[in-house]
């Protein structure tokens, strides 16, 4: 038999296999998610009609304490940052406004957003478009912390980063302790590593920047070569922030032989003004940030405070099609977003809605069923904890832009309808700016 009839009798068996697994898929009612996606009869057979509205929608998702002058309706608009109150000439993040100002008004002070998400913002998506901005506006330079290494590191356009193949890291998705990794998930250690990193994001060539290992706990003094050159560290808190160096370079090497010493990353910020830092990891909903040990998140917050904290989640709950419940997300998310406004004090904290996500629904892409019900429940979160709130999905375009958003040309969103490309994360950041803007020029004129 030759190669040619071995390849097409391997396809005819393939499919017709395929073909009976997905028979016996539909006439036993079995619901598996893999098969629902790739099912060779999901054209032919007539499904249950779905709603495009959530059902769930207007249930009590988690229990909402009624609080005189706020209304957890604000939800809903878009192009908003709300704290629910029903005074919307008041700005929303009269804190973070008010650190704003004081660059505006040439105060010198460092002004820090943390942005936690998902793959929604992997690669600086989405940050690297608000930190731009922001920093033209009020001043600051530098990219902020960067992970010693990631699986992104050759995507990502506003750093280059390159590592030798040594390093051993603990994150989110291994099994063992977790309360010690730092806010991007991951801790690293050296094997007698090095890591190299060059920021591309800085403009004025004569902004100093200042360099600065992240680092954990050490019993004894580690020597690290920075650009080559011996340097002898004392890092003898649980979290320490070591500036490195402060000048108009724009890259750093760093070896580390100590295989104890454990290592999250470099941060390039300038003395004053802006810095956003993009704390991405895939595939998760944030409830991994339940992990962490308060005491270690307080000392984190004492010696890398940031003004500004803002979580984006959501679209990896909705993995499968059909789901329409997510209090149980709601329940344990509310805690992890306690435990941070207990450990940064000083912050401004807001919850991000999901943006947009489609599956096919009798032949069509159409967003998610539990959509609605996902949203309102992070709107709770957001209402009972204290933090603001901002619908993505309403400022996208609401019910199916994923799908608008990926059949445009030139595409704002890949063809996974989960993802904007980043053309749809630059415009994505361009609204979230804005957002602090409207809510900024609230501060001043109601403030000043």
Known sequence: ???????????????????????????????????????LLSDIVKETPIKSK???ANAPLIVVAAK???NINFYQLPHFITNFNTDTTQPSLTGFSQK???????????V??????????????????????????FGGSGVGFVPVTSMVSQFRQTVNTSASEGWSNDNFKTPGKKNKLFLSGYLFHSQGDWVEMRDQTITDSVALIEKSLLCGYSAEPVTVKINNNPVALKPVKIFNRIVTSTDLGRSIRLSIADTSLPVYGISFESESGITVDNFSFRGITGIEYGYLDSAFLSKIAEANPYDLIVFQYGVNLLFRPNDKNFNWYGRVFEQVTKKFRSCFPTADFVIVSTADRAFRYQGEYKSAIGIDSLIKLQ???AYQTGSCFYNQFETMGGHNS?????????????????????????ILGQYFFEAIMDDYRKYVTTKH
């Open 1 to 39: 038999m030759d190669s040619k009839r071995k390849v097409l009798l391997f396809v005819v068996s393939s499919f017709i296999l395929y073909l009976l697994i997905s028979l016996f898929s539909y006439v036993l009612g079995i619901d598996w998610a893999p098969l629902k996606r790739i099912n």
């Open 68 to 70: 005189p002058d706020y």
């Open 379 to 381: 709107a709770a979160v």
């Open 112 to 137: 820090r957003i943390a942005y936690f998400g998902d793959s929604m913002i992997e690669g600086d998506l989405l940050t690297q478009t608000i930190r731009k901005l922001l920093q033209k506006e």
């Open 402 to 426: 994923i799908v608008d958003w990926a059949s445009r040309k030139p595409s704002l969103a890949n063809k996974d309808y989960v993802h904007p490309n980043h053309r749809g994360a630059e």
């Open 100 to 110: 704003l100002h004081d660059l505006k008004t040439r105060k010198k002070r460092k």
């Open 54 to 56: 959530d059902t769930l």
